[in-house]
């Protein structure tokens, strides 16, 4: 996948000497699955421009639980790991992959160069950072207020809608990360779940029965 492929509307509003420069400063990665690309307190690493896979932006408290920001898909872009190009932007996060992937890592001190050249360009990267940061807020609020059995089921049906199947291959370990929980945790709701016919668990499996009950608790008519 081009570069040019993640700036639509953009790209041809950039010179050939500005279109070059990202060209030049753009660096092909591949990551293995569950391969950790940038980790909290790591330099300043750059745009990341998803040709192929997914990847998960997460941040680490001290205690060392994770929780789950947002998810990148092909084609979109992260700017969080190249915080240093907004001065007044201290977000510490971490980043890995969730299935073998394939990207771009584009400098950040010449994409910040082109972008001060640049309106077209300065407008869509303000434009990504508040989707993000609109992203961000949303899972704030749903920690905030939101009860924990309406947050996993939330979770379950769309990890069902991404992976296009009710059949979760998946550890209650990699829930609880997702949700900045405890493993044990995530695991009596589910067998709560499983008592309600919501959910059947085997070993290293969430096969989910009922998505409208889901639905339902998710959206607090349960």
């Not at 994770?66 to 915080?83: G, H």
């Not at 890592?105 to 077209?120: D, F, G, L, T, W």
């Not at 924990?148 to 291959?169: P, Q, V």
């Not at 990699?174 to 695991?187: C, D, K, P, Q």
Request: include cysteine; glycine fraction near 6%.
């Amino acid at each position: 996948m081009e570069l040019s492929a993640f700036f639509p509307g953009v790209w041809d509003k950039l010179n050939d000497t500005q279109r070059r420069a990202l060209t030049a400063a753009a660096s092909p990665r591949r990551l293995a699955q569950g391969e950790l690309l940038h980790g909290a307190g790591a330099e300043c690493l750059g745009l990341l421009a998803l040709q192929r896979g997914r990847l998960r932006a997460f941040m680490l408290s001290e205690a060392g639980r994770e929780i789950t920001l947002y998810r990148l898909f092909e084609r979109d872009i992260c700017l969080f790991s190249a915080s240093c190009m907004v001065r007044s932007l201290q977000f510490d996060i971490s980043i890995e992959a969730e299935r073998d992937s394939e990207l771009l890592v584009i400098s950040p001190e010449v994409y910040r160069r082109v972008m001060e050249q640049s309106a077209p360009l300065a407008n869509y990267t303000n434009e990504l950072m508040a989707s993000r940061f609109s992203e961000v807020m949303w899972l704030v609020e749903q920690v905030l207020w939101k009860s924990f059995d309406r947050r996993l089921a939330a979770f379950l049906l769309e990890e069902a809608a991404i992976e296009g199947t009710s059949a979760l291959k998946i550890t209650h370990e990699i829930i609880a990360n997702h949700l900045g929980s405890h493993r044990e945790v995530v695991t009596r709701m589910l067998r709560y779940f499983q008592s309600e016919g919501m959910v059947r668990l085997s070993r290293g499996m969430v096969q989910l029965l009922d998505e409208e009950k889901l639905r339902r608790l998710q959206d607090g008519r349960a």
